[in-house]
């Protein structure tokens, strides 16, 4: 009895206030009329700057105002006073989890513009694949860490940034930074992979695979994990498909479209790998898409060390190509191209081009217009996160405000895409 | 021994003119153009958008077919033919993308670039070079020399205002038919034969001319450098805005290059009409004085003052010099159309009937029959025309003025014992006397048109906002017509130059002109 009183005085001093037992009917009812709250821009478990203007009936959203924007940096408008290999860096910034993916993209659209896609260096777009595939598992584990750390699994969220963290020093010895590489160039990469590459990622991978079934054990039969997870932010075929939704959560939806099977490019012919269909369309299954993506990107990189060919990283054309630095000292030809490709940028006839790629969200697109300079007319990104975005509000309205956390995850809104 | 024979059979009678005789039709790259008779294949190429490579062709300049940069094939002839020198005939069928001249082009190329320093790092002419340009767009390869290039002098003193490269020269010519065509004086030439051809001057000779400057500008490469602009300002970092020359009454029509509100050089653009392609080297100097001596912020009594203060001091001055009848106007034959047109208006409202012109004392010296003039005065022209268009009488006796408003900061007459409102965008002059100076544009800073001596009146567009608290003139003007109660109402130079074209008579009906934007050099291709 006195355990109980001591139990309950504790009660009263922590909440300051009577136990819910205690209360009377009337203090018991919430008030009937709705409430607006902010939730973000800034929030520890929002994904980026976004804010979220909730309407809220007690615990339940009734309308959720999606305003992204914040983290606008006028990519589009920037890549017009910038050369078509300036753009890299832009691009780096999109979706700052996977920039590799963003780099290929642009230079995929201007190369078709030049007529060069299919000249590229088997090398080139064997390395091009690698690091793609690495940036998308890089894209993955940060998605699911991040979002598992939101629901309390934070031991997920450090497994998962420690493996991530090996795949980034892997590409950091590739380009030479951490995060914004600027890796690839219009007609290849900037430079080949460093020595002893292939076995290195070949050892790391064994070592991310072994997270991944670490993680798979921690969260797949987790109550709490699939209780938040399951049925939850619901999106069916149809409405995946009438939004524009494409990539993990497009599949989670059972939608069977992946740009690298759907419209091959590059080398994904060559390679064997699956694209793992979802049935319920829920945040569950978007986790478990994301999950299979990463043995399949391992599993394309696997084949990846297998087969790529040695040669040349870069095409021999001119037109795009930088002369070898020792030409570019020694003699005036190389010094001239040297210079009108930094100064002037790359002459790209007029014309546009639209390319798309399988991003690390889905389907990433650039277009890009010509009039004949060395910088775009216009460029123009479709950038699966804010197609994604826009179905946030459906998503979240009906749910709990604590369910927007795990959607909001599982949509993977990356801001600097978002908001391009 | 001598062979008597049949001589050789006279040339067949030429064709029958074609009815329409002033011009021919031919075919380039098949595609038909009609030119006028006598107009070269490259130009003619240049009607169809197709650019065919030169380097010693300037349409300004007489033909030498010298660089052999731009031949061309033309069917039924054996050779190929440099297509500035070759006139379009009748019926003519020209290719310039086969193989043959393809292949003949690039060889020249290489054969030019073969001495060429590798200098584009620190070459003043990289961005805009014209061997740059043709290299990359119409070569591309890799060098293939394996022996050391010529070594000529780097840095040879021409003259006052150019400095050659002997090795980055590649001998086009186009300097030396520049000093004879539009200095008339053969200053330069070159020297010496083969590989050790150099341009030089006589012995004991520079390169002097008052046009010495547009050898710069045509020079495709480097080699000559203007003194003024070497080693200041990258080229292609540059913006370009097109406005008229302020340095006299000529108005040559130039671009003013500019980076982050500063101007860097002035350099001539094309109107057949006033400059052709060239200018003085005089009016190229003229940006220099965009940054001196000049008034930021308004004065009053010789003390910093904010706008209101001054146009209200200097309003009260008016009113009360107006109330005595000794107010006067000095309009300036250095300032705008607009600017003098306000500033003539507001004359009338106030009442008065005589103005005052400040301008420059003409240089007899200067005139040479070409593009200098004595007159230095950049809008003489104008003002007297918008002064017999509002009936103003101009006049030099200050008589009786107790206060002035002048335009500008040039003025001949004697101004002790009266005081000045001056609109200025320089102090110095009559400027540092005033009771009350009003910052105003100057003529980079400025959106508006002059007119030149031969009547045209010309669009100048502003390259960068006015300098500290200055406000174009016109706008100063306005501000002390309100504060005066006159009924003034113009809010852009536009309604001003419309507003001034419905008064003057001579002006009537001519179009405003849009708001050029200033052209990035970087982008705007090398235009060599």
Request: proline share 6%; glycine share 8%; net charge negative.
């Amino acid at each position: 009895m006195a355990a109980t009183r001591d139990i309950t005085s504790l009660k009263q001093l922590v909440l300051g206030r009577k136990d819910v037992q205690d209360l009377i009917d009337e203090e018991i009812e919430l008030p009937p009329d709705l409430m607006t709250i902010n939730m973000g821009p800034s929030h520890p478990a929002m994904h980026g700057t976004v804010r979220i203007v909730l309407t809220v009936d007690g615990e339940t959203i009734v309308k959720g105002d999606v305003q992204p924007g914040y983290l606008h940096r006028c990519f589009e408008k920037e890549s017009e006073y910038a050369t078509y290999t300036q753009v890299f860096p832009y691009t780096d910034r999109l979706n700052y989890v996977s920039p590799m993916l963003n780099n290929v993209g642009w230079a995929m659209a201007v190369e078709k513009l030049m007529g060069l896609t299919d000249q590229i260096p088997k090398r080139a777009e064997y390395i091009r694949v690698i690091v793609g595939e690495i940036s998308r598992i890089t894209d993955h584990l940060t998605c699911i860490g991040a979002s598992a750390m939101e629901l309390g699994a934070f031991a997920v969220f450090l497994f998962f940034l420690k493996a991530r963290e090996w795949l980034y020093e892997l590409l950091e010895k590739v380009s030479g930074a951490r995060l914004t590489h600027s890796y690839v160039r219009i007609g290849g990469v900037v430079k080949d992979l460093p020595e002893g590459f292939c076995d290195e990622l070949s050892y790391n991978l064994d070592q991310v695979a072994k997270v991944i079934v670490e993680v798979e054990g921690l969260l797949n039969a987790n109550k709490i994990f699939r209780d938040r997870m399951a049925g939850i932010g619901k999106l069916t075929r149809e409405e995946a498909i009438a939004t524009g939704c494409v990539g993990p959560i497009a599949r989670a939806a059972g939608v069977d479209y992946d740009v690298r099977k759907d419209y091959p490019y590059s080398v994904y012919p060559e390679l064997e790998f699956d694209v793992p269909v979802g049935t319920t369309g829920d945040c569950l299954d978007r986790y478990l898409i994301r999950m299979e993506e990463l043995k399949q990107s391992m599993r394309i990189l696997r084949q990846c060390i297998a087969q790529i060919p040695g040669g040349s990283v870069m095409v021999d054309d001119h037109r795009v190509a930088l002369p070898p630095k020792r030409d570019t000292y020694n003699t005036i030809e190389s010094m001239i191209r040297h210079f009108k490709h930094i100064v002037d940028g790359i002459r790209v006839p007029a014309g546009e081009a639209y390319t798309f790629i399988e991003g690390g969200n889905g389907e990433l697109g650039f277009y890009v217009a010509a009039d004949g300079t060395g910088r775009p007319y216009k460029a123009y990104v479709r950038s699966p996160s804010f197609v994604h975005l826009s179905t946030a509000e459906k998503l979240i309205t009906g749910h709990f405000i604590a369910d927007v956390v795990p959607i909001f995850g599982m949509i993977n809104m990356i801001g600097g895409e978002c908001d391009k | 021994m001598t062979v008597v024979g049949t001589p050789p059979a006279p040339p067949a009678a030429p064709p029958p003119l074609a009815p329409n005789t002033t011009t021919v039709t031919l075919t380039i790259d098949g595609q038909p153009v009609t030119v006028p008779k006598g107009t070269n294949v490259l130009e003619a190429a240049k009607e169809l958008g197709i650019d065919i490579p030169a380097f010693c062709y300037h349409p300004g300049l007489p033909i030498v077919a010298q660089c052999r940069q731009c031949l061309v094939a033309v069917e039924k002839n054996p050779k190929l033919q440099p297509s500035c020198q070759q006139v379009c005939g009748e019926g003519m069928v020209v290719h310039t993308q086969d193989k043959q001249s393809t292949l003949a082009r690039k060889q020249m190329l290489e054969f030019t670039l073969l001495n060429h320093p590798i200098d584009c790092p620190i070459c003043d002419k990289a961005g805009e070079c014209t061997l740059q340009k043709l290299y990359f767009e119409a070569d591309n390869e890799d060098s293939r020399v394996d022996v050391p290039k010529v070594e000529k002098a780097k840095v040879v003193d021409l003259g006052p205002t150019v400095v050659l490269d002997q090795e980055r020269c590649i001998l086009c010519s186009r300097c030396i038919r520049t000093c004879d065509v539009v200095a008339g004086e053969h200053q330069l030439e070159f020297a010496h034969r083969g590989e050790h051809e150099v341009l030089t001057t006589a012995p004991g000779a520079q390169l002097d001319n008052p046009y010495s400057l547009n050898t710069v500008d045509v020079c495709p490469v480097g080699a000559l450098t203007a003194k003024d602009f070497r080693f200041t300002m990258r080229a292609w970092e540059l913006e370009a805005t097109p406005t008229v020359c302020n340095g006299c009454a000529t108005g040559c029509n130039v671009e003013l290059h500019h980076k982050d509100e500063r101007a860097w050089r002035i350099v001539p653009r094309h109107n057949p009409a006033v400059n052709k392609y060239w200018m003085c080297d005089e009016g190229r100097f003229t940006y220099h004085d965009l940054r001196e001596q000049r008034l930021a912020g308004a004065i009053v009594d010789g003390l910093p003052a904010g706008w209101d203060r001054a146009i209200a001091y200097a309003a009260q001055r008016i009113t009360a010099a107006l109330k005595d009848n000794g107010l006067a106007v000095a309009l300036s034959a250095l300032a705008g159309n607009e600017d003098n047109f306000a500033l003539a208006q507001l004359a009338k409202s106030w009442g008065l009937t005589r103005v005052f012109v400040g301008a420059l004392a003409p240089i007899p010296s200067r005139a040479d029959g070409r593009l200098r003039v004595a007159d230095v005065n950049p809008n003489t022209a104008g003002v007297a025309e918008i002064c017999r268009a509002l009936g103003l009488e101009v006049t030099t006796d200050v008589t009786g003025v107790k206060c002035l408003v002048m335009l500008g900061d040039t003025l001949d007459v004697e101004v002790t014992g009266i005081e000045l409102i001056a609109i200025a965008a320089h102090e110095r002059g009559p400027v540092i006397k005033a009771k009350a100076a009003l910052p105003c544009a100057d003529w980079a800073e400025r959106a508006g048109t002059i007119t030149n001596n031969q009547g045209h009146v010309q669009r100048q567009h502003a390259a960068f906002p006015p300098l500290g608290h200055a406000i174009p003139a016109w706008e100063a003007v306005v501000r002390l017509a309100q504060a005066t109660s006159v009924k003034m109402s113009f809010t852009h130079v536009r309604e001003v130059f419309v507003e001034m074209t419905n008064t003057v008579p001579a002006w009537k009906g001519s179009p405003w002109v849009r708001e050029a934007r200033p052209l990035q050099l970087r982008f705007a291709g090398s235009r060599g």
